[in-house]
């Protein structure tokens, strides 16, 4: 299988270097190709530094332009890369109340630009496949980028790592079980037609521990993880007080024969071990930053 890769930054890994926005070159760059992975997006990041347009551009228009481009190809699977992020104010809760369990049944309510174009771009891809059949499957995936938190107030209280980990236990996935999963959906797509499913690490709750995530996760965790306080003791570690949501796996394991490897188990087992909990593919692709015009990328797999 040879690989096609377009993105706006020229790269060992880039083989055409362009904007998805660019009509004319998206319909060449889909000569010969048998599946798209799209991937090309405004980030959450980017809100604070780029206006609503910006992100129609990119995430709304661009998607539109490559989904029509695609049906004329003749392309047969389509897999397009959103965003738990989408969820939006759908996850809010009181405190006092238990934990969500997110399921692709949970009806989202964007919060901002980017969650809202997100979603538009989803609606474009189910608009496709119902008018043209464009065979296409879109990933929710939760957090797997390698860069710090963009939460100032959590980056003073965590050690990065740390909180990469303990975001395993309910809305962090490992870069190598993304990818795995982009790799099933290609495989399954035609045989699915359309679908939206939640890409995360398979967590070790049940709905049944909702109420006491809320209020006192490291019991919790605990209780599951009886060694998990000596290792985490051994690196001056701590787990987040409190647990607001829980994304739910199932439907994307089932559906898409999807098997992810690095869960919160096996991140213990590896520290245990002096081992780094993260895949190697998370440890070699390192920090990109979200700032230097990388949103105009995609993957293409050629016949």
């Known amino acids: 299988m040879e690989v096609v890769g377009f993105d706006l930054v020229a790269s060992p890994s880039t083989n055409i270097v362009g904007s998805i926005e660019d009509r004319a070159l998206v319909r060449r760059s889909l000569e010969g190709v048998d599946g798209v ?5 405004l980030h959450k990041p980017h809100v604070g530094t780029h206006d609503r347009q910006a992100f129609i551009d990119t995430n709304v228009s661009g998607t539109l332009s490559l989904l029509e481009e695609a049906v004329a190809a003749g392309i047969r699977r389509f897999v397009f890369t959103s965003s738990t992020s989408a969820f939006g104010n759908a996850l809010m809760s ?3 109340e238990p934990a969500k369990w997110v399921t692709e049944e949970v009806t989202p309510i964007p919060r901002n630009i980017y969650g809202v174009t997100k979603l538009a771009a ?3 891809c189910e608009l496709m496949h119902r008018d043209h059949g464009l065979p296409c499957l879109i990933l929710r995936t939760s957090r797997f980028f390698p860069e710090a938190d963009d939460r100032a107030d959590f980056r003073a209280a965590f050690d990065d790592l740390n909180l990469k980990v303990n975001e395993l236990l309910y809305r962090r996935v490992d870069l190598e079980d993304a990818v795995a999963a982009h790799k099933c959906a290609l ?7 359309f679908g939206r499913y939640i890409v995360s690490a398979t967590t070790p709750f049940s709905c049944d521990d909702l109420g006491a995530l809320r209020l006192d996760a490291p019991a919790v965790v605990k209780r599951r993880f009886p060694d998990y306080e000596a290792i985490y003791a051994e690196r001056g570690w701590k787990l987040l007080p409190t647990i607001e949501r829980i994304y739910v796996n199932d439907r ?6 999807w098997v992810p490897i690095y869960d919160f188990r096996r991140a213990l087992g590896r520290l245990a071990e002096g081992l780094d ?3 190697p593919i998370s440890i070699a ?11 105009g990328d995609l993957g293409a797999r050629r016949r």
Do not use: F, N, Q
């Open 37 to 41: 992975v799209h991937t090309a997006t």
């Open 94 to 96: 009181a405190d006092t």
């Open 122 to 124: 989803e609606d474009l």
């Open 187 to 193: 495989h399954r797509a035609p045989d699915i037609g």
């Open 252 to 257: 994307a394991r089932s559906d898409l024969a």
């Open 277 to 279: 909990p993260r895949s």
């Open 285 to 295: 692709v390192g920090e990109k930053g979200y700032h230097g015009g990388s949103s």
